[in-house]
């Protein structure tokens, strides 16, 4: 597999850098922000184990990690997704080094490393690494130079192993679109965690003062611990459940999706935008005509005025320019009153739903689900009644 920008297969290592001891090159990163050190840590030294294979580079060792978190625990249907956002994250954390960049000089050697000015700063990371060492030598020093290098190289495997596990768990937080960050204050210290979406401002502060005992953000392993309570008492977000028997005169609020909640419905309404826009061939012509920057805008412009209660089919075909024969067959509310055949949108939105893990389970959650396996049944049946798509 290709390695990512500014880090690059091993390479002819320079000599000035070949035989510093890895806490010396490591010190020259952190003290200088020397980015020929940067470079020799990746390209040139195999400091990494997996699985007692032979020594690997950081970014192949990395590679090992993401390919072991793809297949196992974090098995998902998006799991690839996660490992690899877990992958680019820890290459950040040991790979970014703020600053200007070198310019590639007529007939000089082009840096390995192209840093990107944004992100986490790899000096950091190092620096916690020379923090390490130093704690580990000053309660057993080691006997000599070999010794040490092993060490320290175990000392940042396990570093390195952290940093992306940590990774894994932020990028398993960011896939699920029913959470968000918080950085809760707590003795002039901040503790950034993750809580559901449906938790709310002043609720949020108030919830962790409660159910977090002693919050220290300086005892090691804290942000771990307090997120691990949120998890565990969060776990679904505390959706509140929709009674499946209320029911209302507008057509608009017997749909499935109608009082889902401000985010499941926000979420949901971004996915469909983004798939009957990137899918516009296969729309209806006169829906094809509008163009795909416009039926992104009509997909989200329906869910909008369905979470605010204020869904007119007229209104919204004659805003966009649809007639309403055409606005019916596409997003009409009344086909829950009637024997019609669904609507294209609500069709594909129950279909969205129903493969998509974390919208089936605030479905279910929100008391929805009855409904949106009864829009897949009926659209099974007027596809096996060979409906006209016209």
């Not at 010190?27 to 050190?37: E, F, L």
């Not at 625990?73 to 490992?83: D, K, M």
């Not at 000392?155 to 940590?166: C, E, N, W």
Request: hydrophobic content about 35%; aromatic content about 8%.
């Amino acid at each position: 597999m290709k390695p990512p920008e500014g880090v690059k297969r091993p390479t002819t290592s320079d000599s000035r850098y070949r035989n510093l001891s890895l806490m010396k090159l490591v010190k020259k990163i952190v003290d200088k922000s020397d980015r020929r050190a940067l470079q020799e840590f990746h390209n040139s030294r195999t400091l990494f184990h997996y699985n007692g294979g032979p020594p690997l580079h950081f970014i192949d060792y990395l590679n090992e990690l993401r390919e072991s978190a793809a297949k196992r625990v974090w098995s998902a249907p998006h799991a690839l997704q996660v490992a690899e956002k877990a992958y680019d994250l820890t290459i950040d954390k040991f790979n970014n080094l703020p600053g200007k960049k070198r310019s590639s000089r007529k007939g000089g050697r082009k840096p390995a490393c192209n840093m990107k000015p944004q992100g986490i700063d790899c000096r950091l990371n190092f620096m916690a690494f020379l923090k390490k060492i130093d704690d580990s030598f000053t309660t057993e020093p080691p006997q000599n130079q070999i010794e040490e290098e092993a060490r320290a190289a175990m000392i940042l495997q396990g570093l390195v192993s952290r940093h992306f596990y940590r990774s894994l768990l932020d990028a398993l937080r960011k896939a699920n679109p029913f959470r968000s960050r918080y950085n809760w204050r707590v003795r002039g210290k901040t503790i950034c965690v993750w809580l559901p979406v449906s938790l709310e401002g002043r609720k949020r502060r108030e919830w962790l003062a409660k159910e977090i005992d002693d919050p220290d953000p300086r005892r090691p392993g804290e942000t771990e611990r307090i997120q691990s309570i949120i998890d565990r008492e969060l776990v679904r977000g505390r959706f509140v459940p929709i009674d499946p028997d209320t029911h209302h005169s507008s057509g608009a609020s017997l749909l499935p999706w109608s009082h889902s909640g401000g985010t499941f419905g926000g979420s949901l309404a971004q996915a469909i935008a983004d798939e009957k826009a990137r899918n516009i061939h296969m729309q209806r012509p006169c829906i094809r005509a509008l163009g795909d920057k416009a039926l992104r805008q009509l997909v989200l412009r329906i869910f909008k005025d369905l979470r605010c209660d204020e869904y007119e089919d007229g209104k919204v075909a004659r805003d966009f320019g649809l007639s309403k024969a055409t606005f019916s067959r596409f997003a009409g509310s009344k086909w829950l009153l009637s024997e019609s055949g669904i609507p294209d949108l609500w069709k594909n939105a129950a279909e969205v739903i129903s493969t998509n893990p974390t919208f089936k389970e605030v479905a279910i959650d929100t008391g929805s689900w009855k409904q949106v396996e009864s829009a897949l049944q009926r659209s099974t049946l007027q596809a096996g009644e060979g409906a006209i798509d016209v």
